[in-house]
């Protein structure tokens, strides 16, 4: 389904009509209990999911962060058991499901790989070089202006920021439909995402596996004591707080990749949550809480690891709002939109326009607030490009 475009339900149109029956061919295999299965999985809760089959509230709280990592959302909330499922459902390239992996120089290698295979086929890339506007005329767009002034026009514009900066920021609302532009201003966007980047000076060591262990180092560290631990977490967040007792999936990337850090030296990514993106009126400052919120995913880990506070040589902590202003994430969210029922395939981003074009002519979009979402794994823009293909 990742790499199918949704059909357009409801429409009348013959096109359309059998391009949703062709959907429901793919479905044939499944019997009542397989039917009963994929519902339950798209709109049950990740609690839910695994209370029927651990016993362990360990095992439960670990498992669970993957069903409300980047959501704004406690494991008890509905819909959470798909996005386990959506992270669950990455292949590095060995044929094993839920696999990962660290690309060799961090993340930055990824799109500098992405760059060059684009250089190879001609196109030109350029950076620093912000989007001012998406010209428009009689309902086409025709190319964009650029901060600077430059113009540059085309017959086919694609772009993968957020559908609110797209069409409430760097399109004019005369050219959109109003019921359209009415639903981007409603599209959720929300998030209580906080990433933690350490530099350390050694590697934990762990009270329950002294010593340098591959497996331990070089793999997921999950904080998460029980279910409990994190819908608690998530209700602070809620209530304009963060997190008291903030769970954390934490990576130390340096084990395997000796070109992020100096010999002997070490960094550590925490992706943690909660931290609601405005703070209530008596929580004090952004910058007070996100201190202290680091110190406390410091605290937790030095209960595991009793080293690590004396090895932390620096942190950066990025709250909601950091990650709105630094990488265009609006609301913090990194799926760009929440990955629940409401806003899946044929919801994504809005129903009659999950194919990847918009009201406007000429003008995709491909990034994560289309189907299937979030994560690294190109989906959005492999759907996008055959789309636009056929349209020239």
């Known amino acids: 389904m990742l790499t199918q475009v949704p059909p357009r339900l409801g429409s009348k149109r013959p096109g359309d009509l059998w391009a949703a029956l062709r959907v429901a061919w793919r479905f044939?295999?499944?019997?009542?209990?397989?039917?009963?299965?994929?519902?339950?999985?798209?709109?049950?809760?990740?609690?839910?999911?695994?209370?029927?089959?651990?016993?362990?509230?360990?095992?439960?709280?670990?498992?669970?962060?993957?069903?409300?990592?980047?959501?704004?959302?406690?494991?008890r909330s509905p819909g959470t058991a798909y996005v386990m499922a959506h992270h669950k459902m990455g292949d590095v390239g060995d044929g094993q499901l839920g696999s990962w992996g660290f690309p060799e120089g961090g993340m930055g290698a990824v799109t500098q790989a992405l760059r060059a295979a684009a250089a190879a086929f001609g196109a030109e890339i350029r950076t620093e070089a912000e989007v001012a506007r998406i010209k428009v005329s009689d309902g086409r767009a025709t190319g964009v202006v650029l901060a600077g002034g430059d113009e540059l026009d085309a017959d086919a514009i694609v772009t993968t920021t957020h559908p609110r900066i797209t069409f409430l920021g760097l399109v004019e609302r005369k050219d959109l439909p109003d019921d359209f532009a009415d639903a981007i201003e409603r599209w959720k966007s929300r998030s209580g995402t906080v990433k933690v980047n350490l530099a350390l000076d050694r590697l934990p060591e762990f009270r329950c596996k002294p010593g340098f262990d591959p497996e331990a180092h070089g793999g997921t560290i999950v904080l998460a004591d029980s279910l409990d631990d994190i819908e608690h977490a998530f209700q602070d967040a809620v209530g304009g707080a963060p997190a008291r007792l903030p769970f954390a999936d934490i990576c130390i990337p340096s084990v395997f990749d000796p070109t992020l850090a100096p010999a002997g030296k070490h960094v550590m990514s925490m992706f943690t949550q909660y931290f609601p993106y405005k703070l209530a009126t008596d929580a004090g400052t952004l910058e007070e809480n996100k201190k202290r919120y680091a110190e406390r995913c410091i605290d937790i880990m030095t209960d595991y690891a009793p080293n690590f506070r004396q090895s932390v040589i620096d942190y950066q902590v990025l709250a909601p709002a950091d990650l709105e202003a630094?990488?265009?994430?609006?609301?913090?969210?990194?799926?760009?939109?929440?990955?629940?029922?409401?806003?899946?395939?044929?919801?994504?981003?809005?129903?009659?326009y999950a194919d990847y074009r918009t009201p406007i002519r000429g003008l995709y979009l491909c990034g994560a607030a289309t189907h299937p979402g979030g994560g690294v794994m190109g989906a959005c823009g492999y759907n996008a490009a055959r789309e636009i293909l056929k349209d020239w």
Do not use: C, H, Y
């Open 28 to 75: 044939r295999k499944l019997d009542e209990r397989g039917v009963g299965d994929v519902t339950r999985l798209m709109t049950m809760s990740v609690a839910d999911l695994l209370e029927e089959r651990f016993e362990s509230d360990a095992l439960r709280g670990v498992l669970a962060v993957s069903g409300v990592i980047g959501t704004w959302a406690g494991p």
């Open 326 to 352: 630094t990488f265009g994430l609006t609301g913090g969210n990194i799926m760009q939109g929440v990955m629940s029922l409401s806003s899946l395939g044929f919801m994504r981003p809005l129903p009659g």
